[in-house]
C-alpha cells in the first residue's frame, strides 16, 4: 500500500471510530432518557443499507466516513407557531404538495419546508423526491389537532427538561475524554512510558564511544564521584577543562569496567565534551501514576486549545495541531508503528474531538449548550432567524479554522514532502 493510500485508509479508520464514538454517547444518553433516535448510520448522510431495530434505523452510508445520530426533535423549525395547524391538515389530506400546503398557509416554499423537516423530524410525515407529503397517521386524527401534535412530539428531544438536553449534548464530549483517559491510561500502566533510568549512548566517534562504552552502559562514577542520572554526569563532566584524561566506572550487563576518556571540545561551545546520550528505557506506570499522567495530557490539550483564541500563541498552536490531514499522515504512522503508538494517538485525538466540541460555538456540542442555556433564561425559543444566524456564524468561524489548518496540513506534508 502506497504512503498516500495508507494515509486515506488509516485516516478513514481513525476519523469514523473517534466520530462514532462521539455519535455513540449522544445515542445512549438520548435512549437513557426515553428519546426517540431516528437513524444511527456509519458513515456521511447520503444512499445507505441499512435495518430498522426498535424504531431505530441503523446502517452504512456510500462514504463510510465518520457517523451520525438523528434524535427525534431536534431538526427544522420545531418551534414555528404553524407546525401544529399544518400537521393537522396534512393529516386529514394525507397527501398534499409542498407547493399546495405552501399556498394554503399564505407563505413560500422554503418557509414551509423548515416545517415539514420538523415534522419529518417527528415522523408525523414523510416527503417523497417529487415534493410530495404523506402523512404517517391516519385521516381521523386530524379531529382533535393538539393531542395529533402531542402524539407526534412525544418521546421527542422537546419535551425533556433543559438539564436533560444539556445532558445528551455533553454524553458525546463525555464519551471521547474518558475512552481517552482510560486509553491513555491503560497504555502507559501495560506498556509504560520513555524515562531516563540512568543509562547512556555514546554518541558516533566521540570520546565515550572512541573508549570503547557500549550502549545501554550505566556510568557510576567519574574520578571516583558517583552519579547516577543524566543531568548528575552532565553537570560532573562540566567540572573538568577540554582535553583532561579522566576516570570512568560503568556497568554494562552486569559487570564492571573502568576506562580512561580524553575530554574534547563539544562541537558546537566551548565546553568539555564526553559524547554521550540518555539512553531512554520504557517504564510501565502505576495505576495511579498512569492515570496522573493521563490528566496531563488533558489540561495539555485545554491549553493547546486556548492557544487558538490566543493571539500570541495562535502560531505555535497551528504548528501543534493538525486537520484532517494530518491525522490521516499521523494514524497511517501510527498504524505503521505499532498498536500501542496508534491506540496513543487514537486517544489524543479523542481528547482533542472531545474538548474542542466544548468550545461555545455553534454548531459544537458547547454552542448548541449555550444556546440551551439562553433559552432556559428566556423561557422561550430564540427565533429560528437569530438561531440560524448565530449557526451561520459559528460554521464560518470554523470552517475559516479548518481551512487554515488543511492548507498548513498540506504546506507541511504533501508540498514540503
Same mark, same amino acid.
Do not use: C
Given at each position: 500500500?502506497?504512503?498516500?493510500?495508507?494515509?486515506?485508509?488509516?485516516?478513514?479508520?481513525?476519523?469514523?471510530?473517534?466520530?462514532?464514538?462521539?455519535?455513540?454517547?449522544?445515542?445512549?444518553?438520548?435512549?437513557?432518557?426515553?428519546? %426517540?433516535? %431516528?437513524?444511527?448510520?456509519?458513515?456521511?448522510?447520503?444512499?445507505?443499507?441499512?435495518?430498522?431495530?426498535?424504531?431505530?434505523?441503523?446502517?452504512?452510508?456510500?462514504?463510510?466516513?465518520?457517523?451520525?445520530?438523528?434524535?427525534?426533535?431536534?431538526?427544522?423549525?420545531?418551534?414555528?407557531?404553524?407546525?401544529?395547524?399544518? $400537521?393537522?391538515?396534512?393529516?386529514?389530506?394525507?397527501?398534499?404538495? $409542498?407547493?399546495?400546503?405552501?399556498?394554503?398557509?399564505?407563505?413560500?416554499?422554503?418557509?414551509?419546508?423548515?416545517?415539514?423537516?420538523?415534522?419529518?423530524?417527528?415522523?408525523?410525515?414523510?416527503?417523497?423526491?417529487?415534493?410530495?407529503?404523506?402523512?404517517?397517521?391516519?385521516? &381521523?386524527?386530524?379531529?382533535?389537532?393538539?393531542?395529533?401534535?402531542?402524539?407526534? %412530539?412525544? &418521546?421527542?428531544?422537546?419535551?425533556?427538561?433543559?438539564?436533560?438536553?444539556?445532558?445528551?449534548?455533553?454524553?458525546?464530549?463525555?464519551?471521547?475524554?474518558?475512552?481517552?483517559?482510560?486509553?491513555?491510561?491503560?497504555?502507559?500502566?501495560?506498556?509504560?512510558?520513555?524515562?531516563?533510568?540512568?543509562?547512556?549512548?555514546?554518541?558516533?566517534?566521540?570520546?565515550?564511544?572512541?573508549?570503547?562504552?557500549?550502549?545501554?552502559?550505566?556510568?557510576?562514577?567519574?574520578?571516583?564521584?558517583?552519579?547516577?542520572?543524566?543531568?548528575?554526569?552532565?553537570?560532573?563532566?562540566?567540572?573538568?577543562?577540554?582535553?583532561?584524561?579522566?576516570?570512568?566506572?560503568?556497568?554494562?550487563? /552486569?559487570?564492571?569496567?573502568?576506562?580512561?576518556?580524553?575530554?574534547?571540545?563539544?562541537? &558546537?561551545?566551548?565546553?568539555?565534551?564526553?559524547?554521550?546520550?540518555?539512553?531512554?528505557?520504557?517504564?510501565?506506570?502505576?495505576?495511579?501514576?498512569?492515570?496522573?499522567?493521563?490528566?496531563?495530557?488533558?489540561?495539555?490539550?485545554?491549553?493547546?486549545?486556548?492557544?487558538?483564541?490566543?493571539?500570541?500563541?495562535?502560531?505555535?498552536?497551528?504548528?501543534?495541531?493538525?486537520?484532517?490531514?494530518?491525522?490521516?499522515?499521523?494514524?497511517?504512522?501510527?498504524?505503521?508503528?505499532?498498536?500501542?503508538?496508534?491506540?496513543?494517538?487514537?486517544?489524543?485525538?479523542?481528547?482533542?474531538?472531545?474538548?474542542?466540541?466544548?468550545?461555545?460555538?455553534?454548531?459544537?456540542?458547547?454552542?448548541?449548550?449555550?444556546?440551551?442555556?439562553?433559552?432556559?433564561? %428566556?423561557?422561550?425559543?430564540?427565533?429560528?432567524?437569530?438561531?440560524?444566524?448565530?449557526?451561520?456564524?459559528?460554521?464560518?468561524? $470554523?470552517?475559516?479554522?479548518? /481551512?487554515?489548518?488543511?492548507?498548513?496540513?498540506?504546506?507541511?506534508?504533501?508540498?514540503?514532502?
Amino acid at each position: 500500500m502506497s504512503v498516500g493510500l495508507s494515509a486515506v485508509f488509516w485516516g478513514v479508520i481513525t476519523l469514523s471510530v473517534l466520530v462514532l464514538l462521539h455519535e455513540g454517547g449522544h445515542f445512549l444518553a438520548a435512549r437513557a432518557f426515553g428519546i %426517540r433516535v %431516528r437513524e444511527f448510520m456509519v458513515g456521511l448522510p447520503g444512499p445507505k443499507i441499512s435495518w430498522n431495530r426498535k424504531g431505530t434505523l441503523y446502517g452504512v452510508t456510500a462514504i463510510p466516513l465518520g457517523g451520525y445520530v438523528k434524535v427525534v426533535g431536534m431538526e427544522g423549525d420545531q418551534h414555528n407557531p404553524l407546525i401544529e395547524p399544518v $400537521l393537522a391538515y396534512i393529516t386529514a389530506k394525507q397527501t398534499i404538495s $409542498l407547493d399546495d400546503l405552501a399556498t394554503r398557509f399564505n407563505t413560500d416554499a422554503n418557509h414551509m419546508y423548515t416545517i415539514i423537516v420538523a415534522l419529518k423530524d417527528l415522523q408525523a410525515v414523510t416527503l417523497d423526491k417529487e415534493g410530495i407529503i404523506h402523512a404517517s397517521f391516519p385521516q &381521523d386524527d386530524a379531529e382533535d389537532p393538539d393531542r395529533l401534535f402531542e402524539t407526534a %412530539r412525544a &418521546d421527542s428531544y422537546l419535551t425533556i427538561p433543559t438539564w436533560k438536553r444539556i445532558a445528551i449534548l455533553l454524553a458525546g464530549i463525555i464519551f471521547n475524554i474518558v475512552a481517552a483517559l482510560i486509553v491513555f491510561t491503560i497504555v502507559l500502566a501495560g506498556w509504560g512510558t520513555l524515562q531516563d533510568v540512568g543509562l547512556i549512548d555514546p554518541v558516533a566517534d566521540s570520546p565515550a564511544a572512541q573508549a570503547g562504552i557500549p550502549e545501554g552502559a550505566r556510568i557510576t562514577n567519574i574520578e571516583g564521584v558517583g552519579v547516577s542520572s543524566f543531568d548528575e554526569l552532565t553537570t560532573q563532566i562540566q567540572t573538568y577543562q577540554i582535553g583532561d584524561s579522566i576516570s570512568l566506572n560503568y556497568e554494562f550487563e /552486569g559487570h564492571a569496567h573502568e576506562v580512561t576518556v580524553q575530554l574534547a571540545r563539544h562541537p &558546537d561551545s566551548e565546553t568539555p565534551f564526553l559524547g554521550v546520550s540518555p539512553h531512554f528505557v520504557n517504564v510501565p506506570l502505576s495505576v495511579g501514576e498512569a492515570l496522573k499522567m493521563s490528566f496531563s495530557f488533558l489540561w495539555l490539550t485545554v491549553g493547546g486549545i486556548i492557544g487558538f483564541f490566543t493571539p500570541g500563541n495562535f502560531s505555535e498552536s497551528i504548528n501543534n495541531s493538525a486537520s484532517v490531514v494530518g491525522i490521516a499522515v499521523y494514524a497511517a504512522e501510527a498504524a505503521r508503528a505499532g498498536a500501542i503508538e496508534y491506540a496513543g494517538l487514537i486517544a489524543a485525538i479523542s481528547l482533542s474531538l472531545g474538548l474542542m466540541n466544548l468550545l461555545p460555538i455553534p454548531p459544537l456540542d458547547g454552542g448548541k449548550i449555550v444556546l440551551e442555556i439562553i433559552e432556559k433564561i %428566556r423561557k422561550k425559543p430564540l427565533p429560528m432567524s437569530v438561531s440560524l444566524g448565530i449557526s451561520a456564524i459559528g460554521f464560518l468561524l $470554523l470552517f475559516t479554522l479548518m /481551512g487554515y489548518l488543511i492548507f498548513h496540513d498540506i504546506s507541511r506534508f504533501i508540498i514540503g514532502s
